[in-house]
C-alpha cells in the first residue's frame, strides 16, 4: 500500500511537468530561430532530453504500479478469501440451512476476488488523477479561469449519471443472488462425479441444460438493457465534453492569433486542457468506480456481520461437567420448531440416559430423529424445554467443549478427499498424526483389512477428485467414518445408521464389538434396522415429534404396540425371528 501510495503520487506528478517541458521546448525553439543562437538551440536540445527522461520514468513508473498491485492483489484475495472462510467456520448450524445466508455468501465470495483492490486501487488513482488535475487547473487559471470552469461544468453531468449507473448495477446484482446461486447448482449438477450416473440414465442433460440456459438469457437480456442505458447516456456526454473542449481550442487559438499568447503557450493550454479534461474525467470515473464498488464490498460487509454469537455460553465462565467420563443426558418437556415451520418438530420429550446408556432412537421419515440429535449436539436450541448434560444446561456450556464430549457417525457422514491417514485422524484433532491411534481406531472401525489392501496403506490417498486418488465404496467409507468416530476418546457416541452400507459380515461383527468398543460411553443410535436397535439396552421411539413408546425390546415387543407392529413388519419381510432372545445384549 505505501510503495503504491508512494508511487501514484510520483506519476501523478509526471504528466504536467512534461507538458510543461513540452512548452518550453517549443518557446525555445521559436527563440533560437528568432535569434540563431546556438547555446539556445542546445539549451532547447536538453529541454528534449529532459522531456525523454521525464516519459521514461513515467512509463517504468506504469510498469512499476502495475506489478505493486499485483502483487497487492494477491494478498488482498487471500486476506479477503480468509476472513470469508474464517466466517464460515464460526456460522452456526442453521445458517447453512437458511437461504437467506447462502445468498449473502454466495455475494461475498463473488466480491472476493477483485473487488477489494479495484477499491484500493481505485482510491489512488483518485487522488492521483487529482493531483495532476490540480497542477493542470493552476496552470489552467492562468489562461481563464473560465475555461477552467467550462471544463469542470462539462464533465459533471456524466459523473452524476455513472454514480446512479452503479447504483442500478448494484441493485440488479442483488436482486439476481437467488438466481445466480440456482445457475452455480445447475452448473454443479452437470459437472460433478456423483451426479453424473444419474444424469446419465435418466438423461436429465438437457432438461437440466434448458433450465441453465432459461436462466442465463435471463440475465443476458438484462445486462444487454442496462450496458445499452450506459452506452447511450455515454455518447451524450461525450458529445458534451468534445463540444466544451473544442469551445475552448477555438477560443486559445484566437487569442493566439491575436498575439496575446505565445505559440508554446498556446501549445500548453491545448495540451492542459485536454489532459485536465481527461483528468477530471478519470478523477470522476475512479470516485464512481470506488462507489460502486463499495457498495458490492457492503456484501462482504453484511455477511461478515451475520450474528453468530447466539452459540456462546449464557453465563461466564461457562459451565463444564467432570471431563472423561460418561454424564447423564435429560431431555426436560423439550419441544422444537425450525424457523419458519408452522409445524413441531420435537414435542414435549421428556427423556433421562443415564451415563453410559445405549439408546436406539426409531421412528418413521421425519419423525424427529435427527433434530433431537441436533439440539443434543446444540446446533440448535429448544423452543421450549431445556436439556441438561451432567447437570447442567447445554446452554451455559461452552459449544466447543460440549460437541468436544461426543463422537459421531452422521448418516451423511464426510469423504474426505485426503489420505485414509487423515479420514481416520481428523476424528481427533488433539491427535490426528499419531499413527498408533490411528491403528487401534481402524482395528475398532473394522477399516483395518481394508486399509492393508490399499496400495500404500495409510497414505494412500482416497477419492477421484485428485490424481492417483483411490476411490471407495460407499461401505468403506463407512467404515472409514466410524474408525473416525473411534478416534477421539469421547464421553458419549452417537452413531445415526452406522451399518447402513455394511455387509453382512461387517454388520455382524460391529454388532458383536459394539458393546466392547462403546464400553462405558453413552450411545445413541439411530436406526430403522431392527437388527441394530436390539443391541440397545432401550428403544425410544418418536412419532410426529413425540414420544410413543419408551422401553427394551423385548418390553416394548410384550406391549404390542407401534414398535412390535414395525418389528413384525420387518421380521415378516426380512425372515427375522421376532425372538427376543437373539437381542444383541
Ligand atoms: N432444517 C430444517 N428446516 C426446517 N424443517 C426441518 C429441517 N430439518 C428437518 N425438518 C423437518 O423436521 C421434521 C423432523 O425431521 P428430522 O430430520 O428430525 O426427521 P428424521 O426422523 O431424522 O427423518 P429420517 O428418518 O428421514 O432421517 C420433519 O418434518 C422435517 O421436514
Not at 495 to 516: G, I, K, N, V, W
Request: glycine share 8%.
Amino acid at each position: 500500500m505505501v510503495w503504491s501510495a508512494g508511487l501514484t503520487l510520483l506519476a501523478a506528478l509526471l504528466p504536467p511537468a512534461i507538458v510543461y517541458v513540452g512548452k518550453l521546448v517549443v518557446d525555445g525553439v521559436l527563440a533560437a530561430t528568432k535569434t540563431r543562437s546556438e547555446a539556445l538551440s542546445s539549451h532547447t536540445l536538453w529541454l528534449v532530453a529532459l522531456e525523454f527522461a521525464l516519459v521514461l520514468v513515467s512509463a517504468a513508473l506504469g510498469r512499476l504500479i502495475a506489478l505493486v498491485h499485483e502483487v497487492l492483489q494477491a494478498r488482498l484475495t487471500t486476506a479477503t478469501n480468509l476472513k470469508i472462510l474464517h466466517k464460515a467456520l464460526a456460522l452456526e448450524l442453521r445458517h447453512f440451512e437458511d437461504p437467506q445466508v447462502h445468498d449473502t455468501m454466495q455475494k461475498a465470495r463473488r466480491v472476493a476476488d477483485s473487488r477489494p483492490l479495484v477499491i484500493v486501487v481505485n482510491l489512488f488513482s483518485t487522488v492521483q488523477h487529482g493531483v495532476t488535475l490540480a497542477s493542470y487547473a493552476a496552470l489552467l487559471l492562468a489562461l481563464s479561469p473560465w475555461s477552467a470552469l467550462i471544463l469542470v461544468a462539462a464533465s459533471l453531468p456524466a459523473f452524476f449519471v455513472e454514480a446512479r449507473l452503479a447504483r442500478e448495477s448494484f441493485e440488479l446484482h442483488s436482486e439476481r443472488a437467488g438466481a445466480a446461486r440456482r445457475l452455480d447448482y445447475l452448473e454443479w449438477l452437470l459437472t460433478r462425479d456423483n451426479h453424473a450416473k444419474e444424469v446419465k440414465l435418466y438423461g436429465l442433460g438437457s432438461i437440466i441444460l434448458d433450465r441453465y440456459q432459461r436462466l442465463a438469457r435471463l440475465f443476458y437480456e438484462r445486462d444487454r438493457k442496462y450496458e445499452r442505458r450506459r452506452l447511450s447516456f455515454g455518447l451524450g456526454f461525450g458529445a458534451l465534453s468534445i463540444l466544451a473542449f473544442y469551445g475552448c481550442y477555438a477560443f486559445v487559438v484566437a487569442r493566439t492569433v491575436m498575439g496575446v499568447l505565445t505559440l508554446g503557450e498556446m501549445i500548453l493550454y491545448i495540451a492542459v486542457f485536454r489532459q485536465g479534461q481527461t483528468a477530471l474525467q478519470a478523477t470522476l470515473l475512479s470516485i464512481g468506480s470506488v462507489y460502486r464498488e463499495s457498495l458490492f464490498m457492503s456484501d462482504l460487509f453484511q455477511y461478515l456481520a451475520v450474528p453468530t454469537d447466539q452459540e456462546g455460553a449464557r453465563v461466564l465462565p461457562p459451565r463444564s461437567p467432570v471431563r472423561g467420563r460418561a454424564q447423564t443426558i435429560e431431555f426436560r418437556d423439550v419441544s422444537f420448531r425450525y424457523a419458519g415451520q408452522q409445524g413441531w418438530a420435537l414435542r414435549h420429550v421428556n427423556l433421562t440416559l443415564p451415563a453410559g446408556e445405549k439408546l436406539a432412537v426409531v421412528g418413521e421419515n421425519g419423525a424427529g430423529k435427527s433434530t433431537f440429535v441436533k439440539l443434543l449436539l446444540r446446533f440448535y436450541e429448544p423452543t421450549e424445554g431445556s436439556i441438561t448434560y451432567g447437570g447442567v444446561d447445554l446452554r451455559d456450556m461452552d459449544p466447543g467443549d460440549l460437541r468436544s464430549r461426543f463422537s459421531a457417525v452422521f448418516q451423511d457422514f464426510v469423504r474426505y478427499q485426503f489420505s485414509a491417514a487423515d479420514n481416520i485422524g481428523l476424528g481427533d484433532t488433539q491427535h490426528w498424526q499419531d499413527a498408533a491411534r490411528i491403528q487401534a481406531a481402524a482395528e475398532k472401525g473394522g477399516a483395518s483389512t481394508l486399509i492393508e489392501s490399499l496400495p500404500r496403506k495409510l497414505d494412500t490417498l482416497l477419492g477421484l477428485w485428485f490424481e492417483s486418488g483411490q476411490d471407495l465404496s460407499v461401505g468403506q467409507w463407512q467404515k472409514l467414518a466410524v474408525s473416525r468416530a473411534f478416534m477421539r476418546d469421547a464421553e458419549a457416541l452417537i452413531l445415526d445408521e452406522p451399518t447402513a452400507s455394511l455387509d453382512a459380515r461387517a454388520e455382524q461383527r460391529f454388532f458383536e464389538s459394539f458393546r466392547a468398543l462403546a464400553e462405558d460411553r453413552t450411545a445413541l443410535i439411530i436406526s430403522h434396522r431392527f437388527s441394530t436397535v436390539r443391541i440397545a439396552d432401550r428403544v425410544v421411539v418418536l412419532h410426529n415429534g413425540e414420544i410413543q413408546e419408551l422401553g427394551s425390546h423385548e418390553e416394548l415387543l410384550r406391549r404390542g404396540g407401534q414398535y412390535a407392529h414395525l418389528f413384525q413388519l420387518h421380521a415378516d419381510g426380512h425372515g427375522d425371528e421376532p425372538a427376543s432372545g437373539r437381542a444383541g445384549r
